[in-house]
């Protein structure tokens, strides 16, 4: 259990930590879209080699398949539902649309690091969607020796540029800095409770129920990366961030070879 512990806050630290520069700290849009680009790429090979094709071959194609679409399915409804609560706090803020926009207009110039919409209640939605499903099976993957080093790798390279470029945009839009930082050491909290049940309670589940966590964790972090990170990545860094997307992805295949 003690492993669990350590391995939960190892993976989760990158989420507070991301947060505490995000909140802190102005970079270029550049930098911010190189490292969400990064973070996808290794988010790329983790839904690939440790999700899907795990839940293929513990639970068969067709729990692979509901699983992943499931997840794909609950992603954008979420977003979608946290872009709606921004969009009223901004609106409360602001007395009228026609202010908010003109004032996320005047954020979005004046600040380097501010990223548009919601992007940073969908990235925190993102972390926790497809975070859980992944941190139970690191946990359950520190109970079959085979170490979950990998893993827990391509989790903290996902999760420290999501929590920083999240929390820029919610600092771009007038959230406080404690605010911030709450809800992203709140997500980090489930994410070592989720280490800690996958490596006790699950450690001895079928091979077919651990199946579906898997394939949901797979269509979440497809439908983030399609719905959210990418395009944002894109939006900001142009072309170039394709090489911080291959960068991710080889040295997390890379580790996944280990």
Same mark, same amino acid.
């Given at each position: ?5 350590? !391995? ?6 990158? &989420? ?21 680009? !990064?973070?996808?790429?290794? =988010? %790329?090979?983790? =839904? #690939?080699?440790?999700? !899907? ?78 975070? %859980? ?21 391509? %989790? ?24 911030? =930082?709450? %809800?992203? #050491? ?15 309670? &699950? ?8 199946? =579906? ?14 719905? /959210? ?10 072309? /170039? ?11 997390? !295949? ?5």
């Amino acid at each position: 259990m003690g492993e669990a512990i350590v !391995f939960g806050v190892i993976a989760s630290s990158a &989420l507070v930590l991301g947060a505490l520069v995000g909140a802190r700290v102005q970079f270029p849009k550049r930098v911010l879209a190189a490292m969400l680009a !990064f973070a996808a790429g290794a =988010l %790329i090979t983790a =839904l #690939t080699f440790e999700m !899907f094709e795990d839940s293929y071959e513990q639970g068969g194609i067709w729990r692979a398949v509901v699983g992943l679409a499931v997840g794909a399915v609950v992603f954008p409804l979420v977003s979608m539902g946290l872009d709606r609560m921004a969009e009223g706090h901004r609106k409360d803020d602001h007395g009228s649309e026609k202010l908010d926009t003109d004032a996320a207009a005047r954020d979005a110039a004046a600040s380097p690091a501010s990223v548009s919409g919601a992007a940073g209640l969908a990235l925190l939605a993102a972390a926790t969607l497809d975070g %859980i499903p992944e941190n139970l099976v690191l946990g359950v993957s520190l109970t079959e020796g085979s170490g979950g080093i990998a893993l827990l790798a391509a %989790i903290f390279a996902a999760n420290f540029p999501e929590a920083l470029v999240g929390s820029a945009s919610l600092r771009a839009q007038g959230r406080s800095n404690a605010f911030i =930082l709450g %809800i992203w #050491t709140i997500c980090a909290v489930l994410l070592v409770f989720a280490v800690v049940i996958g490596a006790g309670p &699950l450690s001895s589940s079928t091979p077919e129920t651990l199946s =579906l966590p898997l394939a949901f964790a797979a269509g979440a972090v497809l439908a983030a990366l399609a719905d /959210t990170i990418m395009p944002e990545a894109y939006e900001h860094g142009g072309p /170039t961030v394709a090489l911080s997307t291959a960068a991710g992805f080889g040295l997390s !295949f890379f580790l996944a070879t280990l």
